[in-house]
């Protein structure tokens, strides 16, 4: 049986190894500034805030947002270790098994999530935009997110059938 | 297994090693290991041709039933 060599995997094994680094650099980033954000007199004048109560929620719900986005990189580091495992049973050349059904099962439930964060960030971002300081996260409805949330449960439908197979095909001369 | 492979008796008739026929027939040495010590669960037609070719013989000179066997297996 001829294997076609692919560039995917290797591709994939690079960038994921950097994306792991990269999510955890934005991890400190967003943590430096929550550790800033409780200095108000700084953020005001940062964003040429005049103290009023708009200015209030504008500062509690930008800290809510910089605590989502840090709950998200826990979640990115997870699915980005996952995939990463199932490169590797891939180049090891037997990746249809159970463990790889239940790791793209995990990867679906934390797409999940972060789509429901990001919603929660967009709401977030509607109740504390004023005229006076509008806000714009423009993690607004995007059709890809929830998509990729659908393919990867299929997808670990797919793995789980596939696995079945395998196991089947084994011991066959 | 009910079904039994009977590939020691064949190679010793026709003078045969397991390596020289794993050569002939183009499978691999463990896996002609895994159908000789009973431990294949299928065999596909193919492997069974290429056999039947190295081995001059038939089917039914490699794989014989029992039905006893299957009986001790429906029974447990």
Known sequence: MTRHYSAALPIAFVMLRILIVLNWLLG???LV???????????????QLTPSPDAQRLIWGLRAVAALGLVT??????ILKRLLAMVDTVRMGDPFVATNARRLQGIAWALLALQLIGLVIAIIGKLISTPAHPVDFDTSFSLNGWL??????????????GAGMREDLEGTV | MAIIVKLDDLLHDRRMTLTELAERVGITIVN???????????????????????????????LEFLPDAAEEKEAA
Do not use: Y
């Not at chain 1, 929550?34 to 964003?47: D, G, K, N, R, V």
């Open chain 1, 33 to 47: 500034l929550l550790l800033i954000m409780p200095h108000e007199q700084w953020i005001m004048s940062a964003f």
């Open chain 1, 148 to 161: 990729a949330v659908l393919l990867t449960f299929v997808l670990a439908r797919v793995f789980a059938e």
């Open chain 2, 32 to 62: 002609l290991s895994i159908l000789k010590t009973g431990k294949a669960r299928a065999i596909r037609f193919s492997t069974l041709e290429a056999l039947c070719a190295a081995l001059s013989c038939q089917p039914g000179d490699i």
């Open chain 1, 73 to 78: 990189i826990p979640i990115n580091n997870m």
């Open chain 1, 28 to 30: 400190a980033a967003i």
